[in-house]
């Protein structure tokens, strides 16, 4: 398989972002849809946003052996299709996940040639703000959000690589040349 890239970081740190932006660089540069059971955001397509699943789907999958990881995460599930993988890496195509930080280290462990990438804010503030700035979460949702990333900031010491996504254009910057790296 060509190169595997893990993106994680805190919800609303910029993963999407960052890889919407390092893939209009890098059109070759696959994203693997990740299933979930958790409700369409307004605009979210399935099949596209994600491959929504009910919790019955995702657990009959789940037993089938389907997936090659799977977390909760703030009340739902998310997991990462081992055909789904495949079929991007068809032909030899670079691959992305963007995954929460229990996925990543599951990656790790199961794929030794992944290449994951932590994404950190500046600061707990600069997340508070992004993730009020998205505005697609109620306070509730939002506030159990900022009560995991306290956490997942801490497991940035876990990976070679760190990017932190202050100025767009220089964690992009980066983004690239880790990508080049493991593409060039
Ligand atoms: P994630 O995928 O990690 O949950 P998003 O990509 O959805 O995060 O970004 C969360 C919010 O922060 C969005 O509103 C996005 O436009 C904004 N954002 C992302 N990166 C930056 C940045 N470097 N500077 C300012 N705003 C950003
Ligand atoms: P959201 O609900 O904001 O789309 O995603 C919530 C969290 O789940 C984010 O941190 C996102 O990276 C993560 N996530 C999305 N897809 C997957 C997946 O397939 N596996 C895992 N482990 N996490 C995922």
Do not use: C, W
């Amino acid at each position: 398989m060509a190169a595997v890239f893990v993106i994680t970081g805190p919800s609303g740190v910029g993963k999407g972002t960052l890889i919407a932006a390092l893939r209009e660089r890098h059109r070759e540069l696959e994203l693997s849809v990740s299933a979930t059971t958790r409700a369409p955001r307004p605009g979210e397509q399935d099949g596209v946003a994600y491959h929504f699943l009910t919790e019955d789907d995702f657990d009959r999958r789940l037993a089938a052996g389907e997936f090659v990881e799977h977390a909760s995460y703030a009340g739902h599930r998310y997991g990462t299709l081992r055909a789904e993988l495949e079929r991007r890496a068809r032909g030899g195509a670079p691959v992305v996940l963007e995954i929460e930080l229990q996925g990543a280290r599951q990656v790790r462990a199961a794929m030794a040639d992944a290449v994951a990438i932590f994404i950190a804010p500046r600061s707990l503030e600069q997340l508070r703000e992004r993730l009020r700035g998205r505005g697609a979460e109620d306070p509730a949702a939002m506030a159990r959000r900022l009560a995991i990333a306290e956490t997942e900031l801490a497991a940035r010491e876990e990976f070679r690589f760190v990017v932190v996504n202050d100025s767009l254009d220089r964690a992009t910057s980066e983004l690239d040349e880790i990508y080049l790296q493991y593409t060039g």
